[in-house]
């Protein structure tokens, strides 16, 4: 789910053509756009995370090559995997002091979803990250991240390829079930561990008359998936029929 | 009907031309008798004429559009001048039965503000054919309706979980254990509480026939019942933790919230009998009553009250989520208070020294 809603993620960085909530590839012509400043600053931010999803493919690939196996990959990118996935926070901040056109709300879901997902589960139940499950989001995060920033980046200068739009509307389609197969398996390898130890919980009696089980949250948080991921997928699904559509009546009349 | 546009033209000459008709526009206008209404659509600002030279009222014809797709939907005639959009409102919903009038949104032009239902044909009308806008606003409830869901559940719910209805709490535990007296006392302040919201939203609020969406009824019960749930479950725990400072913890508290509960009643009876002395009409202000002297240093008491009457039930049943709910509201509130802190300050800026708007000196 954080894999598809980062694809289906509303309006996107910057300015631009086709995006996805909006639903309009025309879109652009109509709205401000951010000055040469924040326009500037975005480009930069773009490149950073394309970058810094670059070195985690690439990290993948050596280990990969490396070890000879697929098994226990996540050990070797944990770092960037933390540091940039958590950078992505900065979004919030864009959409929040308004250099990007999205929802606050919206792009914070997305966010928080993933931040929650690596610290809070994989990053704190040390015995999930020896796991497949962890490998096939990450394996999905990685492609989305890379294809979405590049987009960004191309949009903000006004130079898309067809190439990058078409990709960022088209591999979502593998990209998304991977993405929440991955996630899911992991929190539910998580759960006995999380039960066993008793992790993030608080129980009664205390001084403050306040309970939390963090098993019972992580299981409400997997049922939350069977709602949410077919709208994001279906709402992508239609915005891609727009979006290439349009392109394409474009192409024609060129 | 030449006769007619001639007169017309004469008469537009005179008046001002308004922004957005030009020399030209109105020159091709001139020229092309197409229709009579679109020709008076075109129009600037024209002195509302009798539509019929011998008629002694003035009748106008409201042709009704859909906002989205243009299309006619229906025309609501003989309106007179002095009829309101409420009537407006009511003639199409005889004319289209499926729209009532609280659903029926109208706007002078598309994307501008909806028409409040008070206004007069004659303070909109521009000729004697008008054209509005019309957007479904969906289900709609009263707000009337709104509180008493709103108020009743939380009553209830908390009660359930007082009462101990079984599979709630483990059975065994329950019939155990002796309950401190603060558990009663809260499920007293509770319901006091409660009781008092239903009683002033049925004797003292003045609520406006306003209207508002279903969704906002569906969002407000959620947040309120899913609360009280939340809060009553601690409360009424078998394995409830009593405050760390004890009785003098409790009674401090419990007199507070009393005080608070006194206070916002007050507040809530003086702003539902406004006074309309001239230019200092609907300006709430203080009287006697000293409750009520907390409008000399706030522009909503009410909220104040209501967040000291929350934060005392918080500090008496040392309860987390209680404090999370009266955090929760807080924000809200204090959003609320600003807009309205606002108006205050853009209506009556001579009697606002000194105050803020929810928190005194604060906020």
């Given amino acids: 789910m954080a894999a598809a809603a980062a694809t289906a993620s509303t309006k996107g960085n910057g300015g631009g053509g086709g995006r996805a909530g909006a639903g309009e590839a025309s879109g652009s012509r109509k709205k401000k756009g951010p000055g040469p400043l924040a326009t500037a600053y975005l480009v930069i931010y773009n490149v950073v995370m394309t970058a810094g999803w670059l070195v985690i493919a690439v990290g993948l690939v050596r280990a990969y090559l490396a070890k000879g196996s697929y098994h226990s990959l996540y050990y070797s990118i944990e770092k960037p995997l933390k540091f940039f996935q958590t950078g992505a926070l900065l979004e919030i901040l864009h959409c929040a002091i308004g250099i990007v056109p999205s929802s606050v709300v919206l792009t914070s879901f997305q966010v928080m979803s993933r931040v929650f997902l690596i610290w809070a589960v994989t990053h704190s139940v040390k015995e999930v ?82 309970s939390f089980d963090y098993y019972t949250f992580l299981i409400l948080m997997m049922i939350s998936y069977i709602p949410i991921f077919p709208q994001l997928y279906f709402h992508m699904i239609h915005q891609r029929r727009k979006v290439l559509s349009h392109t394409e009546e474009h192409k024609k009349f060129e | 009907m030449f006769k007619r546009h001639r ?49 002694k009222t003035t009748h106008f014809e409201i042709e009704i559009l859909d906002a989205q797709t243009r299309k006619q939907i229906c025309i609501v005639d003989k309106v007179t001048q002095k009829s309101t959009i409420q009537d ?112 002033e939203t049925l004797f003292v609020h003045k609520v406006s026939s306003g209207h508002t969406p279903l969704k906002n009824l569906i969002k407000s019960c959620a947040f309120y019942w899913g609360f009280t749930s939340w809060m009553a479950y601690y409360i009424n ?82 309860t987390l989520p209680v404090g999370i709910f009266t955090l929760l509201i807080t924000i809200q509130m204090s959003l609320w208070a600003q807009k309205k802190h606002k108006i205050y300050l853009k209506k009556f800026s001579s009697y606002m020294r000194r105050k803020s708007a929810m928190i005194p000196f604060i906020l």
């Fill in chain 1, 129 to 210: 990250q020896s796991e497949d499950s962890v490998l096939l989001f990450v394996v999905a995060w990685t492609i989305t991240e890379i294809i979405r920033y590049s987009f960004y980046t191309f949009s903000l200068l006004n130079h898309l390829p067809y190439l990058i739009k078409w990709a960022r509307y088209t591999l979502f389609i593998v990209l998304y079930p991977m993405g929440v197969s991955g996630e899911l398996l992991t929190v539910y390898a998580a759960l006995p561990f999380v039960r066993q130890a008793g992790l993030y919980s608080i129980s009664l009696p205390n001084k403050y008359n306040f």
């Fill in chain 2, 7 to 55: 007169s017309l033209a004469s008469e537009r000459k005179r008046e001002l031309i308004s922004p957005g008709a030009t020399r030209s526009t109105l020159k091709n206008d001139m020229r092309n008798f197409h229709s009579l209404s679109q020709f008076i659509l075109a129009a600037g600002p024209l002195r509302s004429i009798p539509a019929v030279k011998h008629a």
């Fill in chain 2, 88 to 199: 407006v409102k009511q003639k199409f919903h005889k004319a289209c039965p499926k729209w009532c009038p609280s659903r029926v949104g109208l706007q002078l032009e598309r994307g501008g503000p909806f028409l409040k239902d008070y206004r007069t044909i004659q303070s909109i009308a521009v000729s004697s054919i008008i054209t509005l806008y019309f957007t479904d606003l969906g289900q709609q409830v009263s707000w009337t309706t709104v509180f008493l869901a709103e108020y009743t559940g939380p009553l209830l719910i908390y009660l359930l979980f007082y009462l101990r209805i079984p599979y709630i709490y483990d059975m065994k535990e329950s019939s155990r254990r002796l309950r401190h007296p603060v558990v009663h006392l809260a499920c007293f302040c509770h319901c006091i509480h409660y009781l008092r919201y239903l009683l």
């Fill in chain 2, 237 to 318: 725990h078998p394995r409830y933790t009593p405050p760390s400072f004890g009785n003098k913890q409790i009674t401090i508290s419990a007199i507070n919230f009393l005080i608070c509960e006194a206070g916002n009643h007050f507040i809530n009876v003086v702003l539902a009998n406004p006074n309309h002395t001239g230019s200092n009409a609907c300006f709430p202000s203080p009287n006697y009553n000293p409750f009520t002297w907390m409008f000399f240093l706030v522009s909503c008491p009410n909220y104040t009250y209501e967040i000291g009457s929350w934060i005392s039930f918080t500090v008496m049943t040392q």
